[in-house]
């Protein structure tokens, strides 16, 4: 089972537009999100997270809304870059569970074109 | 770079040959992390330290995987008699924790390392 999912396997947008990457998850014990992304060969990088007590996070061109009713939370790239291009890793995990281990999707490769 | 490492970055194999994977946490952290990536695949949690301890092993880890984290500090993570299937990229991660109230940088974030690929011949 699948507890989190990333239905769109790739994404492409133009530089300067908005990305938006999608992620469901179905275990309602996660209580804490993080988004991380991932270029070929490297570990993935951190990129910005939100609790469970909050519905939107910002940092800088990257932007994380949470919709817990619907399980769904997306992470908005504002204006998107040529250097943004990887692999997005959307994870949960349930920190009242202790050992805050992560549950992964399998990731959107994210184009964006010159 | 005070981030964390992994040694070696690459490795190939035969199968049945025992490997060694070496990770190196941020140096504060007190947690560390194993997981294991396949192609087309999110990372998948493997085992995980507190410290010293070893407080629990995903059942993906097989009998021939194991993992030691001495004096809370290092950790590394050896397969014996190699399979094919093990083929893959393995990740560490590490984080710092605090229970009873937030310590000073205290983050439920997870850091990678840069991972081993293993490639099983």
């Known amino acids: 089972d699948q507890q989190v999912k990333q239905n769109s396997p790739s994404l492409s947008v133009q530089e300067g537009r908005i990305s938006i990457l999608n992620c469901d998850y179905t275990n309602s014990m996660f209580d804490y999100f993080l988004w991380y992304k991932k270029y070929p060969a490297e570990g993935p990088t951190f990129l910005i997270s939100i609790s469970s007590i909050k519905d939107k996070n910002e940092d800088g061109r990257f932007t994380v809304f949470l919709n817990k009713s619907a399980k769904h939370l997306s992470l908005h790239i504002v204006p998107s870059q040529p250097g943004d291009s990887a692999v997005y890793f959307c994870a949960a995990c349930s920190r009242g569970g202790s050992n805050y281990k992560l549950t992964f999707g399998k990731g959107t490769l994210l184009t964006v074109n010159p | 770079d005070t981030g964390v490492s992994q040694d070696p970055r690459h490795k190939i194999t035969k199968r049945g040959q025992n490997v060694t994977f070496r990770c190196d946490p941020i140096s504060e952290h007190n947690r560390l992390y194993w997981y294991r990536q396949t192609l087309g695949q999110g990372p998948e949690f493997l085992t995980y330290f507190q410290n010293e301890a070893q407080l629990e092993k995903s059942r993906l880890l097989s009998d021939r995987f194991s993992a030691e984290r001495p004096k809370g500090s290092f950790s590394t993570l050896e397969i014996q008699r190699t399979e094919q299937g093990d083929s893959a990229m393995y990740l560490c991660?590490?984080?710092?924790?605090?229970?009873?109230?937030?310590?000073?940088?205290?983050?439920?974030?997870?850091?990678f390392g840069p991972g081993t690929r293993l490639t099983v011949l």
């Open positions: 991660a590490s984080s710092l924790v605090s229970y009873g109230g937030r310590a000073e940088g205290a983050t439920d974030t997870q850091y």
